[in-house]
């Protein structure tokens, strides 16, 4: 009979907003029990001393390590314990077996042990967080400032003559200087209560362009500081670096390989050949931000870079199509970014 001191055990979590469920399985995929966790420090250390009284604990698939699980891959991280990421339960095998927490953190203990996962988590703890957490904040004051103008534009279309006539053609600098100086008194009438709205947006607006600035200001120091040399490449700007920085997160290490960074970033080729037939198609998968990011350098390049137009006409005389040929620059472009990756300590 195998001692409890000389049994291997692999956990697996599912992650949630209050509790984490956590399971354990011995070497053999044979379950040896569920149980559920606070989200909180205590309840970390005690699911970590669960898994210990187990048996001796090899490595522990969580899913959602980068919303709700967060918090528990860098506890466990830095408790020096192989974590790996899991990503959602298969459907087919949730059609045959239901959907529950335990079923759940079960399956992510035996993809953890099976080595069907086995990418490690982003760490989350330097540079990198900094400059995702400050591109959340400006993406939503982006969408907002978007909003206040639309909703702006929108009045002046139905507002009295009076009002519309004197904001008709006005370019959406010019309309927020205009509203700004708006003077509504007693909201008494339509005329009014619509100055009044127009004021308020324009204010809005202008709130949030100098919030966008103040941001801007410390991603470019972030992303700067971070890798110079990736904002030095010809075409990528603080907003594309911080994108592809973000994807690769602060331990790119994870990353086995620049073909591995392109897949993340949906930019790798993906085989469909059946029969005599030989071709890749366009892969759909990987971080959306980043290979927008891969796809606006190309674009500059191709504006701005005679090298890179003459790789198109290149490839256009050997059949291909424009779209073509931007996916194989895409693909270039991933692995310029890899190289600068590798090239930041702080990362590797």
Known sequence: MTRVADRMVVGGVDTHKEIHVAAAVDGTGRILGTKEFPTTSAGHKAMLRWWARKGR???????????WGAGLARFLAAQGVDVVEVDRPNRQVRRRRGKSDPVDAEAAARAALSGEASGAPKARNGNVEMIRALRVARRSAVKARAQAMNQMHALVVT????????????????????????????????????????LELARRHRSLTLEIKRLDTELDRLVAATAPGLVARFG?????????????????????????????????????????????????GGDRAANQALWRVVMVRLAHDPRTRHYVEMKRKQGRSKKEAIRCLKRYVAREVFTELSRVPELT
């Open 57 to 67: 604990l090899l490595r522990v698939g969580v899913e959602g390590t980068g919303a």
């Open 159 to 198: 507002a009295p003559d009076s009002v519309r006539e004197s904001l008709r053609g006005l370019t959406a600098v010019r309309l927020v200087e205009r509203c700004v100086r708006f003077r509504s008194g007693a909201i008494d009438t339509p005329e009014a209560a619509m100055k009044f709205a127009l």
């Open 236 to 284: 990528v700007s603080t907003d594309t670096a911080g994108a592809l920085l973000v994807a690769a997160g602060d331990n790119p290490g994870r990353l086995r390989s620049e073909a591995s960074f392109a897949a993340l970033c949906g930019s790798s080729p993906v085989q469909c050949s059946s029969g005599q037939l030989q071709r890749h198609r366009l892969n759909r």
